[in-house]
């Protein structure tokens, strides 16, 4: 995605541990525009140029620790999963430059999907009328889904590590997971057109917060409901969501197992990143 970004702040967040602070933000996500900062620890790097965390008690060895997580309730329940994962697998889908709503539009676009997931665990298109990054329903629907001769799929993982003791994230400034493959880089130094779509399930124990910075879209679901929407061509965003905060909103329960479905597009060069930082400690494979 272009290093331009349209100035649009809402409230802001600040992450600190152990608390989160946050001014008023009415019942939404907090949105702000961010620089190139990163994540610092005192972990090894994996993988390309992404950054991955050791515990507090790593020494140096470059060897990151995977979290230690908690074991929660499922919704309806009291009895908890015992197969909390810290790798989740995620579908890429790699497209050429010249799709219709890649490489044509510079901007914000917030809404392009409706506040809630389809029934396919989807996101749905709400129409072109005030989404100028995107060209139609048809070529929108190509983005999370195999089309032959439009999009190779590729398979992959996203790796969470902690960072600070209750908290893990992942962190890559420059994230081209799939440079080289699928249709090739097509004459740039990176594959820079590319869909990421990841399932999985969460448990909320009450307490958590989820923040993503990164370019371009990225569309958050909880539960099925939008909890964070940074649609557009665009420089880093961040966004982050207090589950707290929104629980009634999102239809959340402490104790309770909720389907977490995250969607991003990496559609502009020549920039793109990727950084998660949460205090969700328990994801579960879905199913």
């Known amino acids: 995605m272009l290093g ?7 409230t802001v967040c600040v992450v600190t541990w152990p608390l989160v602070g946050c001014a008023p933000s009415h019942g939404d996500a907090t949105t702000r525009g961010v620089g190139s900062d990163s994540l610092t620890s005192a972990g090894g790097t994996t993988g390309g140029t992404a ?5 507090g008690s790593d020494t140096g060895s470059g060897a990151a620790t995977g979290p230690s997580l908690d074991v929660g309730a499922s919704a309806g329940s009291t009895t908890g999963p015992a197969n909390c994962e810290s790798t989740i697998p995620v579908t890429i889908r790699d497209f050429h430059a010249s799709h219709p709503d890649f490489e044509s ?8 999907v409706l506040p809630d997931l389809g029934p ?17 329903q048809a070529n929108f629907d190509q983005w999370y889904r195999d089309v032959p001769g ?14 600070a003791p209750g908290t893990w994230g992942f962190d890559d400034q420059e994230f081209f997971p799939i440079d080289d493959q699928g249709f ?9 057109h590319f869909t990421l779509e990841l399932h999985s399930t969460f448990v909320y124990g009450g307490g958590e917060v989820f923040t993503f910075r990164g370019d371009d879209d990225l569309f958050l679901f909880l539960n099925g409901k939008l909890a964070i929407d940074l649609g557009g061509v665009h420089g880093p965003l961040e966004a982050t969501v207090d589950l707290d905060a929104q629980a ?39 199913g």
């Open 150 to 163: 439009v999009n190779q799929t590729i398979p992959w993982s996203l790796d969470l590590v902690e960072i």
């Open 120 to 136: 396919d665990g989807k996101p749905v298109y709400a129409g072109q009328a005030g989404n100028p990054s995107t060209t139609g």
């Open 51 to 55: 950054t991955t965390f050791g515990t």
């Open 248 to 286: 009634a909103a999102l239809g959340l329960s402490p104790g309770g197992t909720y389907d977490f479905d995250l969607f991003f597009a990496e559609r502009h060069t020549t920039q793109s990143s990727f950084r998660i930082e949460t205090t969700i400690s328990c994801f579960v494979p879905p």
């Open 184 to 192: 090739g880089n097509e004459g740039n130094p990176h594959n820079y």
């Open 105 to 112: 539009y510079i901007g914000e676009d917030p809404g392009i």
């Open 4 to 10: 331009i970004r349209v100035p649009r702040i809402l």
